[in-house]
């Protein structure tokens, strides 16, 4: 069962990440591997209640990777780190299956710092479902729920529960429900989508930008207009100043 565990792990990584030329070097090469490896064993040891083992076994894995998963922290099958430098995943966490996350992601708690024995055994940290993909920078904060194939973009902070099958993005991150219902579930890099990962306030201020620019132009010509018409008018008055003199000359 670990062996076939580990296969389906590495197979992750092939269909995932299209640099993944071959068993061996996943194997040999990725420290995203590398860390579950560290993980499976400090996992089935926290199990057995040989806690400080386990999180010295964590603890090297960390050393040796630069990604900390806290042996308590319970993670499905085929789960893959791509990149992986920075990642922290908290001792509460849940992962689901087919889970995806990118370089420097936090699954964190949010718990108090008092009274921190109060807190043992209470779920501080998040719960991402089956097909989730975390891009870089994110930040996934408290026992919130990430529903399966839901997407967090890169440097979102998430601290509210998402919708199984959107997107969620900024900061704090807003959920965006795909326009193409058919791409929910597709495995898309750093959470990203043929729709981008378009921030619905950013996209509102947009608009009030463009509509502004579009105002002040108005403003513009109308003032040109007014004052051609001046102008014109100026003109008009003068000529017809000229011409009373010059006909009063005449006389």
Same mark, same amino acid.
């Given at each position: 069962m670990f062996f076939q565990g580990l296969q389906e792990d590495i197979e992750a990584y092939k269909v995932r990440d299209p640099a993944a030329r071959s068993s061996l070097e996943i194997v040999f090469l990725y420290?995203?591997? /590398? $860390?579950l490896l560290f993980y499976r064993l400090s996992h089935y040891l926290w199990k057995l209640g040989m806690h400080f083992l386990g999180r010295m076994i964590s603890q090297v894995g960390r050393w040796f990777t630069g990604i900390?998963? /806290?042996p308590g922290a319970i993670i499905g099958r085929r789960f893959v780190i791509d990149h992986g430098m920075g990642v922290v995943v908290g001792e509460t966490s849940e992962i689901g299956d087919d889970v995806t996350l990118y370089h420097d992601v936090t699954l964190g708690g949010v718990s108090p710092a008092v009274n921190a024995h109060e807190q043992v055994g209470v %779920? +501080? /940290?998040p719960t991402? #479902? &089956? #097909?989730?993909i975390v891009g870089s920078g994110a930040q996934i904060l408290g026992p919130v729920l990430v529903g399966e194939n839901a997407k967090v973009g890169s440097n979102a902070v998430v601290s509210k529960d998402v919708p199984a099958g959107v997107t969620a993005?900024? @900061?704090? $991150? +807003? $959920? @965006?429900?795909p326009k193409n219902k058919s791409e929910i579930g597709d495995f898309w890099a750093y959470a990203t989508t043929t729709e981008g990962q378009p921030d619905p306030i950013?996209?509102? @201020?947009?608009g009030l930008r463009e509509e502004i620019k579009a105002l002040i132009n108005r403003v513009d010509e109308l003032e040109n207009l007014d004052k051609k018409q001046l +102008?014109?008018? #100026?003109?008009? #008055? %003068? &000529?017809?100043s000229l011409s009373k003199r010059l006909s009063g000359g005449k006389r």
């Amino acid at each position: 069962m670990f062996f076939q565990g580990l296969q389906e792990d590495i197979e992750a990584y092939k269909v995932r990440d299209p640099a993944a030329r071959s068993s061996l070097e996943i194997v040999f090469l990725y420290p995203g591997f /590398h $860390a579950l490896l560290f993980y499976r064993l400090s996992h089935y040891l926290w199990k057995l209640g040989m806690h400080f083992l386990g999180r010295m076994i964590s603890q090297v894995g960390r050393w040796f990777t630069g990604i900390e998963i /806290h042996p308590g922290a319970i993670i499905g099958r085929r789960f893959v780190i791509d990149h992986g430098m920075g990642v922290v995943v908290g001792e509460t966490s849940e992962i689901g299956d087919d889970v995806t996350l990118y370089h420097d992601v936090t699954l964190g708690g949010v718990s108090p710092a008092v009274n921190a024995h109060e807190q043992v055994g209470v %779920k +501080r /940290h998040p719960t991402l #479902g &089956n #097909g989730v993909i975390v891009g870089s920078g994110a930040q996934i904060l408290g026992p919130v729920l990430v529903g399966e194939n839901a997407k967090v973009g890169s440097n979102a902070v998430v601290s509210k529960d998402v919708p199984a099958g959107v997107t969620a993005v900024g @900061i704090p $991150a +807003r $959920a @965006i429900m795909p326009k193409n219902k058919s791409e929910i579930g597709d495995f898309w890099a750093y959470a990203t989508t043929t729709e981008g990962q378009p921030d619905p306030i950013l996209l509102s @201020i947009e608009g009030l930008r463009e509509e502004i620019k579009a105002l002040i132009n108005r403003v513009d010509e109308l003032e040109n207009l007014d004052k051609k018409q001046l +102008r014109d008018e #100026g003109q008009v #008055g %003068k &000529n017809s100043s000229l011409s009373k003199r010059l006909s009063g000359g005449k006389r």
